[in-house]
């Protein structure tokens, strides 16, 4: 069975640091791009970073600096190390695999996980 399973999240003060794990199951994680995802309700879902099968990676400016994206291929596993966290950081994470790796802004999901809440909040 094809899986991506989201953890990590939680509910963090601002200024602090959260690692979002991204497991894979039933394909070969090292063939795909990787990315992350937010949604807040009433907002459009955004691209947070990106990690080709090269290990190059993309962040937009909204995160670039405080989120870093990686990837174990061995434990069939990314994750997202997100650092000084801020209100606005807030929603639900998702991770998505792309078997091509064009890129965040062209990334198109074969498979998308189901997610994981971060509120950032004193």
């Known amino acids: 069975q094809v899986q991506l399973v989201e953890s990590g999240g939680g509910l963090v003060q601002p200024g602090g640091s959260l690692r979002l794990s991204c497991a894979a199951s039933?394909?070969?994680?090292?063939?795909?791009?990787i990315a992350w995802f937010r949604q807040d309700p009433g907002k459009e879902r955004e691209g947070v970073s990106w990690i080709g099968v090269r290990d190059n990676t993309f962040y937009p400016d909204s995160v670039r600096g405080r989120f870093t994206i990686s990837r174990d291929n061995a434990k069939k596993t990314a994750y997202l190390h997100m650092n000084n966290l801020k209100p606005e950081d807030t929603a639900v994470y998702y991770c998505a695999a792309d078997p091509i790796s064009r890129g965040l802004e062209m990334f198109q999901a074969e498979f998308w996980g189901q997610g994981t809440q971060v509120t950032v909040s004193s």
């Open positions: 039933g394909f070969s994680l090292e063939h795909y791009a």
